[in-house]
């Protein structure tokens, strides 16, 4: 997405005139032809891929505006509370936030499918998605409405399933559990009788340790490794239907946004599109790695969830999507436009990523030493 280099001559009317676009409201503060924008995260400090990838994006946009646009970052809990980013923005009391969509889901119920949505997108259908098949036009009318800006800035890519304290064999099995799992892939947990909880990262290894919670989904190996769910529980557990590409934002002000020159927003639009996919690759190259961590130096046990188990969640998904798109017409038409999209990526994705990842395992030598 990197396509435009900021111009350091734009010239001193552009600027001038982004100032006095921004001087309706207090922040961010603008002196000398600089700005400070804050920006609060849902993530822990410096927590690997989330933290970090949020902090990454602050400096790359500082970076890249050569200082312009200066970037404080402040992880969940230092500015405002991890679930209040959202507010936080709308209200310009921060200017960006580094979250996940589905967090705002109470906002309304079409957040989420611009982060992940059960037996959704991966994460590379999910960029179709956005940027060639009217994704971003629904998102930014959507987040309008709430005073906001959105991009997407990060991707975990297709995550675990998650820690349960004891083995799971059937549906029967999840029915009472505690489970903390957010978003529509919670409602698909709640459709089969789990009792699902949501709560930021930063209280998860608290309350699986206290029982508060019997089970929880977080991201994958290298997080979950990072977070030491192993020294509670050795079950683990694959693959996950709930997030199989989840989208990570940031959102922006929008009365900012506006305010900024063309140049500048270029400058932001390109720097959320490289760290999406810098973040994607380096959630792809350390999972493995640290899923051989867990297995052979910790005692956990990997275990694939029962295609049983998963064809029955997969049924309460698609009543829990239906249900869904009855909220509004906003939500119905962001629906409506997944799923027509989710048609394509499915039957191209079947021929060409999956295709060929059947044909790689077949049984033959490519290893020649």
Same mark, same amino acid.
């Not at 590409?245 to 927003?265: M, P, Q, R, Y």
């Given at each position: ?8 001559? %734009? ?30 995260? %849902? ?20 970076? +890249? ?14 500015? @405002? *509370?991890? &679930? ?20 705002? #889901?109470?906002?309304? #119920?079409?957040?989420?499918? &611009? ?14 998605? $956005? ?27 297709? #995550? +675990? ?11 029967? !099995? +999840? ?24 709560? *930021? ?25 990072? &977070?030491?769910?192993?020294? $509670? ?12 590409? %989840? ?19 270029? $400058? ?26 867990? $297995? ?23 009543? @829990? ?19 027509d999209f989710r048609k394509k ?7 060409? !990523?999956?295709?060929y990842m059947n044909i790689r395992?077949? *049984? ?6």
């Amino acid at each position: 997405m990197e396509r435009r280099k900021f111009l350091r001559g %734009t010239g001193a009317a552009t600027v001038a005139g982004a100032a006095a676009a921004a001087s309706s409201f207090s922040a961010p503060a603008i002196a000398q032809n600089k700005r400070e924008l804050k920006m609060v995260t %849902t993530w822990p400090k410096n927590f690997p891929g989330l933290g970090t990838s949020a902090q990454r994006l602050a400096d790359r946009i500082s970076k +890249m505006s050569e200082g312009r646009i200066n970037v404080k970052l402040f992880a969940a809990g230092e500015l @405002v *509370p991890a &679930f209040e980013s959202f507010d936080a923005v709308r209200n310009n009391t921060a200017q960006m936030y580094h979250g996940a969509e589905y967090y705002w #889901q109470g906002k309304s #119920q079409a957040f989420p499918f &611009f982060a992940a949505v059960p037996y959704g997108f991966t994460a590379t259908e999910m960029h179709s998605w $956005i940027h060639h098949g009217g994704g971003q036009e629904l998102w930014d009318e959507l987040a309008a409405d709430f005073n906001i800006k959105p991009f997407m800035a990060a991707n975990t890519g297709v #995550q +675990m399933a998650g820690w349960f304290r004891e083995p799971i064999s059937s549906l029967e !099995d +999840m029915k009472g559990l505690k489970f903390r799992m957010p978003g529509l892939g919670g409602e698909v947990l709640r459709q089969i009788g789990t009792s699902v909880v949501n709560l *930021p990262g930063g209280e998860l290894f608290q309350a699986l340790q206290s029982g508060n919670i019997d089970a929880t989904e977080w991201v994958g190996p290298w997080n979950d490794l990072a &977070f030491g769910f192993y020294k $509670i529980t050795k079950h683990y557990y694959w693959p996950g239907m709930h997030e199989p590409g %989840t989208t990570l934002s940031c959102g922006i002000n929008k009365e900012v946004w506006d305010s900024f020159s063309e140049s500048d927003k270029a $400058i932001i639009e390109a720097a959320c599109g490289a760290e999406n996919n810098n973040s994607l690759a380096e959630f792809n190259s350390r999972n493995n790695d640290a899923l051989q961590t867990l $297995i052979n130096e910790h005692g956990v046990q990997l275990h694939r969830m029962p295609d049983e188990i998963m064809k029955q969640l997969g049924e309460a998904a698609g009543d @829990v999507m239906a249900d869904t798109a009855k909220e509004d017409d906003i939500t119905r038409r962001v629906y409506e436009s997944y799923m027509d999209f989710r048609k394509k990526a499915v039957a191209w994705s079947k021929r060409a !990523d999956q295709g060929y990842m059947n044909i790689r395992d077949l *049984p033959f030598d490519y290893t020649k030493s």
